[in-house]
């Protein structure tokens, strides 16, 4: 198979993922470290809308870019949201009610797919992903001074909000797929 420019992004994308996390536990103390993950991460975040831009405007959407495009969304963002779990710098269940989000709205796409029916990503997903890509970020710089860490929690918080409200909103709008009314 051969690969496209689209296809290619998504797979470097997952490929910043490893290095990412090893500059991320790099530990120094004037945290240099964390504005080099910032921008790794930063860059890996940008290929997705980059990759999904390219693949509409030049018509070079594959099945492999449908598969592979959303996993490497889900692990990029849950790989940092583990380790910031793991730093100490995000409680451990917010991370869950956002990972278990994903894999609900995957399994509810998934049931959709078999039964022909396309799940595009609604407005709160999108807002939602927007926010908890910025909520990221600024746990990833880790600020120390407080006006800062006050604006990265409410992000954080923020982001578990749109995410039990995109949730909902998946359901609701999509309520005949799961009951076979749609």
């Known amino acids: ?52 831009y390219i693949a509409r405007k030049y018509n070079l959407i594959t099945d492999f870019g ?13 790989s940092a949201l583990i380790a910031l779990t793991d730093l100490g710098r995000i409680f451990g269940w917010i991370v869950i009610i956002i990972i278990a989000r994903e894999f609900i709205i995957s399994g509810f796409r998934l049931v959709a797919s078999n039964k022909g029916k396309v799940i595009a990503a609604g407005k709160w997903g999108k807002v939602k992903t927007f926010v908890q890509m910025i909520a990221t970020m600024l746990l ?21 909000v749109l995410t039990v409200v995109s949730l909902i909103d998946y359901f609701i709008s999509n309520k005949g797929v799961m009951n076979g009314s749609d």
């Open 140 to 160: 990833i710089i880790d600020f120390k001074n407080m006006p800062m860490i006050v604006i990265t929690q409410i992000f954080v918080y923020a982001a578990l």
């Open 66 to 78: 449908k598969f592979m495009d959303p996993l490497a969304d889900k692990l990029l963002v849950c």
């Open 1 to 52: 198979m051969k690969m496209n420019l689209p296809n290619k992004l998504t797979l470097f994308r997952i490929a910043l993922i490893p290095l990412f996390l090893i500059i991320l536990y790099i530990n120094t103390d004037n945290g240099a470290t964390n504005w080099v993950a910032f921008a790794i991460f930063c860059i890996a975040s940008a290929t997705d809308a980059v990759d999904g």
